[in-house]
């Protein structure tokens, strides 16, 4: 089993939509979580932490869920530039584990 | 957040030949870290680059083929050795800082 796995989509959103998408980690004794998003041809930037309360960000909201191992990232009113492969990373034992992302695509 | 300067952002190299990628940081951090992410996957960790010492390597990556050089704390080189077609990739470092970690701009690496 990978440690973090994420539907991989593309997740066509029209504008102004909501989408929400989850990831699942494998080791229950991971500490942080965090959305990464990344452009075409561009490095990984980090979009949010994911705390146990859950936390928002403007139209961004991240939750954790502990007791399933999953991690969710919702966002409201998608606007077009909002087009790029969110990344979920999971640290454990000093090292963070990718998912390969999910690709969301707005359409106007 | 630490600002860093990877370098060449891509290159076409030969068959056989080897690859030398720059990371320089605007800050000194303890540790820099080297990735490779193939087209549609995840990032991978190569190595753990620490100065002062040698580079740590996760299982699948050898020194031989991912030499690394750490000689101070805003510096770090991974080069590519012995090319062949499966290490076209990208390939990124990493730091950490209190603000959490920060890619370079990455290299994208294709091997003819």
Redesign the interface.
Known sequence: RKE?EQD?GPFNVPEGATVAFNCTYSNSASQSF?WYRQDC??????LM?VYSSGNEDGRFTAQLNRASQYISLLIRDSKLSDSATY?C?VKGNN??A????NQVVVIP | SAVISQKPSRDICQRGTSLTIQCQVDSQVTMM?WYRQQP??????IATANQGSEATYESGFVIDKFPISRPNLTFSTLTVSNLSPEDSSIY?CSVVTD????????T?LTVV
Do not use: I
Request: glycine share 18%; no cysteine.
């Open positions: 973090v991989p965090f041809r561009k490095e990984p930037k980090l932490s990344l990373v090292r963070l990718f998912g390969k992302g | 870290f549609g996957q995840s990032l991978t960790l990124l603000e959490g970690y920060t890619f370079g701009s990455g994208r």
